[in-house]
């Protein structure tokens, strides 16, 4: 079992944060241990009796996965705080919740509108991915009085600006009452933001992340990660292949008249999925119980080859987006995949196929496997992506780690990765700002 010893001195610092302020947004990279940070300051502040009790508002994976109830118990120092998961039906939360004297509720973001309405006794929330969260799965912490309870107010994210500043706004707004920006998200906008005439596409005005930063900072308390000193190299490459003649007419058809085949966009946002379907190699219908078009776009060739062709001979967990891909990717390596992270673990297969959103909240353990990761499709969300990397990636890794996106040429994959090259730099900018 871990200590409090055992907590790195940038861990520490984190809980001082914590312990100090009423609200905080706690910015840290996958593995850095936000978890025991979270539960280690809320211990230290009931047992001051600075606390009564702390909600937890979380992904549902987090909480059907008990991550956090496991988290405790592996630190001797969390001794004694008890955490329930709420799951469930309405009533079977209920009885949870009247039953079990818990000194952390945990219950997912789905369900944060439910509890406010009950006699929960809580006077603290933290937010597991609270850039995930700053929207209407979290408006009730503006807008039920009960809300108001919640004196200590922490948000937890590894990626506060993915896209632009835009969500600093709402992410301020839930912690702080509106003290930073105000209640009026529109004025906000108006204040930092350029729009195009239609109001869509938003560009920051000349110097307004100083200005929107030197606001934010006093909310911020941002964990350095050690990662690049501690952890064996990690190397990021991208195989490119080219769509065949056949494939590539039903992409420009869908593209340039939103109709292949059968198929039909209703508007630019289906068309961009259907155009990212058919660079993965298959066409949807809009009820996805329909028959599904498998086309090819030597992506499954090319999975095959770069499997076997890779010189490290490493296991490999590979993530896939769409229900098809899992299938096939099934019945390519049927002889040695698996699902299942625990068969994966315990040796009983060398690849693990995983729903890109399944893995990247809520699981531990994969950071013992050396393992590699590949990505059949670039993806969209640059914290998804990071989330399942740093499955692998993370504290216990002891082997050099190599990250595979396949993209095919002229495709919507293009525009996907530009995105998260954008998404990289305001990052960077947000951590700059910071760090002075």
């Known amino acids: 079992m871990l200590s409090n010893n055992s907590l790195t001195p940038d861990q520490q610092a984190a809980v001082s944060h914590l312990y100090e302020r009423d609200a905080t947004i706690l910015v840290a990279a996958t593995g850095v241990g936000k978890t025991v940070i979270a539960l280690t300051a809320i211990h230290e502040l009931i047992q001051e009796r600075e606390l009564t009790k702390v909600i937890v508002a979380c992904p549902a994976k987090v909480v059907t996965n008990h991550v956090w109830s496991a988290e405790a118990t592996r630190w001797d120092h969390l001794h004694g705080l008890r955490v329930v998961e709420l799951e469930g039906d309405a009533r079977t939360r209920d009885t949870i ?19 406010l309405n009950e006699d929960h006794g809580c006077d603290g929330i933290v937010i597991d991915e609270l850039s995930k969260a700053a929207g209407k799965q979290t408006r009730a912490l503006k807008t039920k009085s009960k809300a108001g309870m919640l004196t200590w107010r922490v948000g937890m994210t590894a990626t506060p600006v993915s896209q632009n500043f835009e969500k600093i706004f709402p992410m301020c ?11 009026n998200k529109a004025k906000y906008i108006a204040e930092y933001f350029d729009s195009d005439y239609m109001g869509y596409n938003l560009t920051l005005k000349a110097f307004a992340d100083a200005s929107i930063m030197a606001k934010v900072s006093p909310l911020v308390h941002l964990v350095s990660d050690n990662k690049l000193h501690t952890l064996p190299p990690l190397r990021e490459e991208v195989v490119r292949f080219k769509m065949p003649d056949e494939t590539r007419e039903v992409y420009d058809d869908m593209k340039r008249h939103m109709v292949a085949g059968d198929v039909e966009a209703a508007n ?13 190699g298959f066409l949807y219908q809009e009820n996805r119980d329909e028959e599904v078009d498998v086309l090819d776009t030597s992506r499954q060739s090319e999975v095959y080859m770069w499997r076997a062709l890779h010189p490290r001979g490493t296991r490999l967990v590979i993530f896939y987006e769409f229900m098809e891909q899992g299938r096939a990717l099934t019945g390519m390596f049927q002889n040695w995949a698996t699902s299942s992270v625990p068969d994966f673990v315990g040796g009983k297969a060398n690849i693990l196929l995983a729903q890109i959103n399944s893995l990247s909240h809520g699981i531990d353990g994969l950071q013992h496997v050396c393992a590699d990761v590949l990505f059949m499709q670039p993806v969209w969300s640059r914290d998804a992506a990071e989330q399942a990397v740093g499955r692998v990636w993370r504290q216990g890794q002891t082997k050099p780690v190599t990250v595979t996106t396949l993209v095919c040429d002229d495709t919507l994959d293009d525009v996907v990765m530009q995105r998260v ?5 305001w990052m960077e900018l947000f951590k700059k700002h910071l760090e002075g």
Do not use: M, P
Request: proline share 0%.
């Open 421 to 425: 090259e954008g998404n990289a730099q």
């Open 268 to 280: 630019e946002a289906v068309k961009s999925g259907k155009l990212r379907q058919l660079a993965s």
């Open 173 to 183: 707004r839930i912690l702080d009452d509106g003290k930073t920006f105000g209640t």
């Open 97 to 115: 919740l009247k039953t079990d004297a818990a000194d952390v509720i945990v219950v997912s973001l789905n369900n944060l509108d439910w509890l």
